[in-house]
Each structure stands twice: as C-alpha cells, then as structure tokens.
C-alpha cells in the first residue's frame, strides 16, 4: 500500500485556491517588508490584510455606506474645510436656489 498524508494537510490542499497578482518591484517590496514586520509569509500577510478588508468593504457597501480608510477620511476632511471656489454657474444656481433669479437673470443676460 502505499503512504497516506495526513488529513489536515490533504483537506487543505484541496481548499486551497491560488490567486496571482502581477506587481511592480516596489509594491512587492512593500508587501515584502510588511510581511516581515510581522513575521509571517508574504501570502500569509495579504491573507491577514486584504481579506478582512475586503469584508469590511462588502459589507459598508450591503449596508449602503461609504467606508473609508483612515488616509481617505484625512483627505476626505481636508477637502471639506477647504472653502471652495464656485464658478459663475454655480453661483447662479445658488441664487436661484435662493430666490434670487431674477435678479441675477436680469444682470447676467
């Protein structure tokens, strides 16, 4: 007869799927050193990072929310305390929005 595996590793070998990604030497560099930071295998790492993620994306967009990373919510504040400059289309539209368009129509046209 011949040798038998153990069980654990034939039931992983047979859930496992491979995925590829193509990357470019920096990006696997940074996936590299990250790994390392935590002492794990690079396909471990993205296993620990991207898979968690991508649930917490699945699920604020079942729940119809806009989830952020904490970078995007920086730059997301950001933007909004920046006062904006409005073109002149745009200030039209407030001051019909405001009831002001007559005044406005009868001085820009």
Known sequence: ?????????MSAKRNA???????DE????????AA?????TVSDYIRAVAVPQA????QAARKRVVALTPDEQLAFWNALKETPVLTSTQRRLGAIMRGEADSVLSTEY
């Open 1 to 9: 007869m011949g040798s038998s595996r153990s069980g654990k590793k």
């Open 17 to 23: 799927n491979s995925l590829a990604i193509r990357l």
């Open 26 to 33: 920096k990006s696997k560099g940074c996936l590299r050193e």
């Open 36 to 40: 390392d930071l935590r002492q794990m």
């Open 55 to 58: 649930k917490r994306e699945i």
